[in-house]
């Protein structure tokens, strides 16, 4: 209950101004906390396969656990109008038949079939067979966001959704978000919860604009954009002088470091995470001076079934960066300048490289590893 009340306090003051901004944006995990695991076929092939499964009851605890604060969801409608959580349109990436965990080979709409039937045919995709479990109701999933003190941010363009999250978890618990103006009218008719507009693919995106868009909905309110030319430093600083938040959605590595850089107050990602300023690590690396001569290999032999590996970086030039074997960053400073960044994994031993190009110098780094 703490944490969450820290949480809500920590929403009030985001973005009143560049010279508040917090240590760390608020960080949410896009569709919970979920997981892959690499499955290798019996011709040596391998894919991805969903652990826990994204926008499930299970997500929201994986979420919690990893320490976001709130988690993203999607909302649709089945054929009966039973608001469900799904992203598709279709079930066929995210379940498989309930009798005999088979594939759909046809597609299956979700508008199409009754809740009925979904509940009972079809099960979430997952290598794990505890996992295979039905889609999660809106109502049960924001109850667990309850439970767990996890704010629930509604990608969704359904009122009603609006009206359960706000009887469900008040002003402070929620978080509406879309591109339709008239459908975030709705939500600030019931709730004062924080309203984050996508400013989607209207010619006129200028922070000029998007600002006034959000004077008439009137509030809490911010911007979130997929589009990372539109969140620049300038646009970012427009944004956060009149007290709006302003929320990087899901950019691909290395793209939300510049979106810390350019200032967003809320981090809507997949992967990222952030070094904790009151979390000890469990295992660490700390380098000064390095330069072009002496890149950094590092691979921890400890398997942790939950962990981030993060970085904080003082340096100037260019620097390639490679965390897990899987998220590269080449990062470029003119002149002296920190950066903070990191990523979440599951079932890994976690490892670091790092070279620096001529003429660049990386003055400190540190690497922490952190276990959940």
Known sequence: MRRFLLIIALLATLGVSAKRMPENPLMIAHRGGWTKRVITAPDGSTHKEFVVPENSIAAVGMAKRFGYAGIECDVKYTADSVMIIMHDRTLNRTLR?????????????????????????????????????????????????????????????????????????????WVAFNSYDETLVEARKISNCLILLDPGQQKNQSAERTIQRLEALGGRCGVSSMNRRLLTEE??????????????????????????????????????????????????????????????????????????????????????????????????????????????????????????????????????????
């Open 97 to 173: 038949r309930a009798a005999d965990y088979s594939p759909l080979t046809e597609p299956v709409k979700v508008a199409e079939i009754t809740f009925e039937a979904l509940r009972r045919d079809y099960v979430l995709a997952s290598d794990d067979p505890a996992m295979r479990v039905p889609v999660p109701t809106l109502e049960e999933l924001l109850a667990e966001c309850k439970k767990q003190g996890m704010i629930a941010v509604l990608h969704s363009k359904i009122p009603a959704s609006y009206v359960v999250a706000q009887k469900m978890l008040g002003d402070e618990g």
């Open 235 to 372: 646009y970012c600083r427009a944004m956060r002088e009149k007290g709006f938040e302003v929320q990087s959605s899901i950019f691909k590595t290395p793209h939300e470091v510049q979106a810390l850089r350019n200032g967003v107050t809320i981090l809507l990602t997949d992967f990222a995470k952030l070094p904790e300023p009151k979390q000890r690590s469990v295992m660490k690396l700390r380098k000064r001076n390095i330069r072009t001569s002496q890149p950094v290999n590092k691979q921890w032999s400890r398997e942790l079934e939950c962990g981030a590996l993060t970085l904080e970086i003082d340096f100037a030039g260019t620097v390639t960066i490679l965390l897990n074997g899987e998220k590269r960053y080449q990062l470029t400073r003119n002149g002296r300048g920190v950066d903070r960044f990191g990523m979440r994994f599951t079932e890994a031993a976690p490892s670091l490289q790092v070279e620096v190009a001529e003429g660049g110098i990386i003055r400190s780094l540190k690497a922490d590893v952190y276990q959940y």
